[in-house]
């Protein structure tokens, strides 16, 4: 096997590539200059995973690379430039499941628990007790059945939460859920939910599926929780059903616009805790990411299958 | 079997005791008129199970209750002055497992994802990425081996946290834990604990457990979280302990006055979360608990065994 070109998509701090040593040459792109550079690529490392470049960049002239991987679990940024070429794409599947299910499983806590109050209330030095939710009995429906999504859910089942997982096409018989919900099924699951959590792939199917109507159908005791991507929601209409308490809080770590404006109207809704695209990032999660790359790497250098490629017409990774 | 008194040493709101109608007399006592009223009472319902009168009232003349109900896990309001007399005393055992362990769960999960920190920059409107702490792997010693640590403990492990559990006196062969720690362990545990959890009742051998010594075993990054009883922490040592970064947070739910004074220094100490001692606290415990005496009140009035009876001498109730 000649020298293969692995061209990374630059985003600081860079990955640690020294298993490459040997087996690859090592490019570097920033978003300017990876059109110029891509028809020298055999591999390309979508480092910047927050990135548009790779998107603008893929239709120009030039061969392409044959396989692209990209550190995250959304492929959104990637869509649909790639799908129509015959490139193999890879993403990060299995390395957020766990942190992204540890976060949202303390923001249903902290909610449930007034947890954000209490601190306010300790910064005005004051002493009110106040009777909180349990959460043991209540309801969750959580969209996106694919590794984070199931995570989620048996992780707030553990809390004794009742949990509807909802996927895109409906199927019985799941060792952890029983029945896994077609999308078609979640208006009519909102209303008995407490919790509605969204953990789903950013697809057509899918964008702007938290709207007005979606709201509507919830109950006024009923919180959201949005890991997903910021495209699922309508952010105005959440705002609208904040203000107009139609739900009772919601708690988003994603958004259309990111880094969020310091002007949006979001930052200080009543009821909506905000953080900054950080539920999946524990310390090392950079490590862990170039050592998946790596391990794909070490299988396609092999000429064995890789692991976690995408369909790109879905969107994301089918299966279990 | 006579008409039985039962005496409420009363609290607002008041316990909902329509089922003893026909089987006893209902007296109310206030922390005032509880000496004086203490000979009629053949049962003592310590509504108000915050309150210290108990203890004040008991070593009085005339004589006393047969059985003395609190409404709380911890029965230190209580002790030593019961422990001399004949008198069964029964708590609460049991209603506050789940909602203090959902509650230390929480918590545990908001100091990892530093929740307050995003809470403090979204009133900043400040977008500030950070890595957070993935909680599954970590280590927690929670020290406690009734109904609620033996809950907190299995709450954590479903997070993906290591628990060592540690009781009054070693044990093995636990089915969730292997092996009980026993208190003489604690020290050595301490070093290897991401997370410290008190959730003991408070006894002569507890009472200030958490001290200098206690706080300088832990780990730099080590989080101290109380949810037992005020009197298990020396309050100032814990503060010295975080203003030098000898651990790096703490959140206490239970102090040893409380309301806290709104002139204490442990308000606004770097790192410290507080909240009202308010962790077992759910929406409808008040009827949980009256629910509770009552079914107990059943088996006394057919003359059946009580559960929950405190060892008085231990100051809680023993096994399991």
Chains 1, 2 share one sequence.
């Not at 999308?183 to 939910?193: P, S, V």
Request: charged letters at 25%; hydrophobic letters at 45%; proline letters at 6%.
């Amino acid at each position: 096997m000649s020298e293969t070109s692995v061209l990374v998509l630059d985003a600081d701090p860079p990955p640690r590539l020294d298993r490459l040593e040997g087996r690859a040459r090592v490019l570097h792109a920033d978003a300017k200059s990876l059109a110029e550079r891509l028809p020298e690529a055999d591999v390309l490392l979508v480092w910047d995973f927050l990135s548009d470049a790779v998107r603008e960049a893929w239709p120009g002239g030039g061969a392409r690379p044959r396989w692209v991987h990209t550190p995250s679990a959304g492929v959104d940024r990637l869509l649909p430039e790639l799908a129509g070429s015959d490139v193999v794409l890879t993403n990060a599947r299995g390395v957020f499941d766990q942190p992204i299910a540890e976060y949202v499983a303390g923001l249903v806590v902290a909610m449930a628990k007034d947890f954000f109050g209490s601190r306010e209330l300790q910064r005005q030095r004051r002493w009110k007790h106040r009777e909180t939710m349990r959460v043991g009995g209540t309801r969750a429906v959580v969209v996106g059945s694919g590794p984070i999504g199931r995570k989620t859910g048996r992780t707030l089942q553990a809390l004794g939460v009742e949990v509807d997982l909802v996927g895109r096409t409906e199927r019985d018989g799941d060792p952890d859920f029983g029945r896994v919900h077609g999308g078609a099924a979640l208006h009519g699951l909102l209303g008995g939910a407490d919790w509605v959590v969204c953990v789903a792939p950013l697809t057509e199917a899918t964008r702007g599926m938290f709207d007005a109507a979606a709201f509507a159908r919830m109950k006024p005791g009923a919180r959201f929780i949005n890991v997903g991507r910021g495209q699922h929601v309508v952010e105005d209409d959440l705002v609208e059903a904040l203000l107009e308490h139609r739900i009772a809080g919601a708690a988003l770590d994603v958004f259309a616009a990111e880094p969020l404006p310091v002007e949006s109207r979001l930052w200080d809704v009543p009821g909506l805790v905000l953080s900054p695209h950080m539920s999946g990032d524990t310390v090392g999660w950079r490590d862990d990411l170039a050592t998946q790359f790596l391990d794909n790497f070490d299988r396609w250098y092999a000429g064995e299958p890789l692991l976690n490629v995408v369909d790109k017409q879905l969107g994301y990774v089918p299966g279990g």
